[in-house]
């Protein structure tokens, strides 16, 4: 049951990640989370403790220390990945006559650069999220060494070479 539970819910994707999210469906996020999460989350964590955590939350019975993990920093985290890997989709849809933009007689399609800084704005606000995550279980732990046990802290959070570039 574990393998299929969700850390947060499509509404709280665009909570958390959408600014200007008036009319915007939660559907669209909703059969991504899992795929986001395994990826993103599951690396952040190490397999023994995401697994933890996904039990906790399937019973309902999250400790306060992961309640606050999760509340303030995974889910924030796991937003702007979703919304990072979801972009180009929100922009542009497959249909049987090939990729279309985006459009309504009230807009206008975003220049290729903006979708770029939108998407890059995402990664950088899941990365910032990332990091402050890893800064909480580690002042966490300073402060009482049983807490997070199961957390593999090593060299997979930092980027090792500065600018990210696409």
């Known amino acids: 049951m574990a393998a299929t539970t969700k850390i947060m819910t499509a509404a709280e994707v665009i909570t958390h990640a959408v600014v200007f999210a008036n009319g915007f469906e939660p559907e669209f996020f909703d059969k991504w989370i899992l795929k986001t999460q395994r990826q993103y989350v599951k690396r952040f964590l190490g397999t023994d403790f995401y697994d933890e955590i996904l039990t906790q939350i399937a019973a ?27 972009l180009p989709q929100i922009n542009n849809h497959i249909t049987n006559q090939g990729t279309t933009s985006q459009l309504d007689e009230f807009s206008n399609p975003a220049p290729v650069a903006g979708i770029n800084l939108v998407r890059n704005q995402a990664l950088a606000d ?25 957390y593999e802290c090593n060299e997979r959070n930092s980027n090792k070479y500065g600018i990210i570039t696409y």
Do not use: C, G, V, W
Request: hydrophobic share 25%; proline share 4%.
């Open 126 to 150: 899941a990365q910032q999220y990332e990091q402050q995550a890893d800064d909480f279980i580690k002042e966490t732990q300073k402060d009482d060494s049983s807490k997070y046990p199961l």
């Open 60 to 86: 309902s019975t999250e400790t306060s220390d992961n309640a606050t993990l999760i509340d303030d920093y995974l889910k924030p985290m796991l937003a702007h990945y979703i919304l990072y890997e979801r």
